[in-house]
């Protein structure tokens, strides 16, 4: 437990036993010197002495990898403009901000009747069907759309990508 401490015990000792030293050659001389001064300054010494003989430890330098400009890089997903803006749509789509539920719901209903022009895509399910129809409604106090959560939302675009994901 003391073992890491020696090196700077040692050093406060024989600078504090310096400062002891000064004192009795400063006493033979008639110069008074106040000993609490001499100590501390002593004790200050040491700390500075052995501070500069271990010294701090350096963090390892940090090397932030080459940035990658390549276009192969971004994402498949994320070069589609349409996912894009769906996202930022997404993102809009909460309380007080620039886009409703329902214009979230006719954007994923765009995106439905794009994907029904593809006579392999499997129909879509019940409850997206009646999310998107009731987003269509122009009336919108006698047609409501409620919140849609992050849950439903994955869940409504999982249904809608299930022929898109495929390997490239």
């Known amino acids: 437990m003391i073992r890491p401490w020696l090196p700077l015990l040692t050093k406060l ?3 504090v036993l310096a400062a002891l030293v000064l004192y009795g050659v400063c006493t033979l001389f008639g110069l008074f010197l106040p000993l609490p001064v001499l100590i501390s300054l002593g004790l200050a010494g ?9 010294g701090a430890d350096r963090a390892d330098q940090l090397h932030a990898p080459a940035l990658d400009l390549d276009v192969d890089y971004a994402l498949p997903h994320a070069q ?6 769906l996202e930022d749509l997404a993102h809009g789509a909460q309380p007080r901000r620039r886009m409703t539920h329902r214009g979230l719901l006719r954007t994923l209903g765009e995106i ?7 006579p392999d895509a ?3 399910g019940p409850d997206l069907n009646r999310l998107i129809e009731t987003a269509r409604q122009p009336d919108a106090e006698q047609h409501p759309v409620g919140p ?6 994955h869940r409504c675009l999982r249904e809608l990508a299930q022929h898109e994901e495929r390997d490239r």
């Open 46 to 54: 040491g700390t500075i002495w052995w501070f500069i003989d271990e």
């Open 80 to 85: 589609d403009t349409r996912v894009r803006r």
């Open 13 to 15: 000792v024989i600078s």
């Open 112 to 118: 439905a009747d794009e994907r029904s022009l593809d």
């Open 122 to 124: 499997p129909p879509l």
């Open 148 to 153: 849609l959560d992050r849950r439903a939302l």
